[in-house]
């Protein structure tokens, strides 16, 4: 049997969890396995799960793990692989989904394989690295195989079925699971068009110099009704904040135009813009590795170059 671990907030399953749950859902198909949901709290998700080809949901209630806490979790979700005797437990690429299995696999001494695009047959699995510049192939042997599915690995597809059992399961639990608790959740609050959906981003880089260097970028960005980003320098030097960072470790983006300033265009940067229709670079080094993958560049000083575009729109 194939157990996974579905993420919601208050009933909503995110879009990664339901990846993961057709990503599970085909594998049981090819494996002759059924699938099998497990999640936290009050808030029954079973309707939404059974669409996506879940035949049980095992609803986990206790009041001590209705909250987030890592350890217990994956203490509960260890244990209840154990009684179904699940052969894999699968969970999304999410901060919690590797912060859960992780602890499952330290609980239990086996292996975990983090971002998983596929898993074939004998137990070979495909894993992206490096943001997915890097493919890898691993085997993995053991009783129960541990995997989180990279976020964008398969297309989130409905394939319901007629019913979805719901089970509650209650672990046996310790207090030494809940060294980590979560206290306070608070969601960034956002105006407007944000990095991830705006069709027109402008980024600032090391170039850019200060925080009041970004002034200009703002300025233009307004004009062309876009949205500001910035690479890690910009945002480990405080000239921004860390939501605005496009890259690796930062936002995807995918606009129609992406204006990189002063941005040299590291892999890890790049990683983040894989999806942008064109890319206009301004950097003062013609060398700089951001041309290799722009569509138009200036080869100039952003901090001219940029009142000099903003001055041609003012004309009309
Ligand atoms: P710099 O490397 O300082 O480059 C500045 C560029 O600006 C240079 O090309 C320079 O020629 C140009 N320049 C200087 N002055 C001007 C001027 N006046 N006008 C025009 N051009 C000028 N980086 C990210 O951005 N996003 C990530 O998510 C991310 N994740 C990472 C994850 C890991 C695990 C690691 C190890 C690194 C990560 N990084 C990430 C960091 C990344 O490797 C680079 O260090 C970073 O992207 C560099 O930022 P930058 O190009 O803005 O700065």
Redesign the pocket.
């Known amino acids: 049997m194939i157990l996974v671990f579905a993420e919601h907030n208050g009933g909503d399953v995110d879009n990664h969890s339901l990846q993961t749950l057709t990503f599970a859902n085909n594998l049981s198909k090819e494996k002759g396995l059924s699938m099998e949901v497990v999640s936290f709290g009050d808030t029954d998700v079973s309707a939404t799960v059974k669409q996506y080809g879940a035949a049980k949901n095992h609803c986990i209630k206790a009041d001590n793990l209705t909250q987030y806490s890592p350890e217990a979790w994956a203490q509960s979700l260890g244990q209840l692989a154990e009684s179904t005797g699940a052969t894999l437990l699968l969970a999304s690429s999410s901060v919690k989904g590797n912060e859960v299995l992780s602890y499952v696999a330290a609980q239990k001494s086996l292996a975990l394989v983090s971002q998983v695009l596929a898993v074939g047959g004998d137990s070979n699995v495909t894993r992206s690295s490096w ?1 997915g510049g890097l493919l890898e192939e691993v085997q993995v042997s053991q009783t129960l195989g541990l995997y989180t599915v990279a976020d964008g690995a398969i297309e989130a597809q409905e394939a319901p079925v007629d019913s979805c059992e719901v089970c509650e399961f209650t672990p046996t639990m310790d207090d030494k699971y809940f060294r980590v608790q979560l206290k306070r959740m608070e969601a960034s609050v956002h105006e407007g068009p944000n990095l991830k959906t705006a069709s027109l981003v402008i980024g ?6 200060s925080a009041e260097g970004f002034a200009p970028l703002e300025k233009l960005s307004e004009m062309l009704k876009g949205v500001v980003g ?6 480990n030097n405080g000239w921004r904040v860390h939501t605005q ?6 936002s995807p983006i995918a606009p129609k135009l992406y204006i990189a ?9 790049m ?2 813009c894989k999806n942008c229709e064109n890319i206009l670079a ?4 013609e060398e ?3 041309f290799s993958h722009a569509d138009y560049g200036i080869v ?4 001219k ?1 940029v009142p000099a575009i903003i001055a041609e729109l003012e004309k009309g």
């Open positions: 943001a600032g880089g090391g170039g850019v110099g910035s690479s890690r320098v910009a945002t960072q496009i890259g690796m470790t930062g300033c002063g941005i040299s265009g590291a892999i890890q940067h990683a983040g301004i950097n003062t080094d700089a590795p951001i100039g000083d952003l901090h170059v």
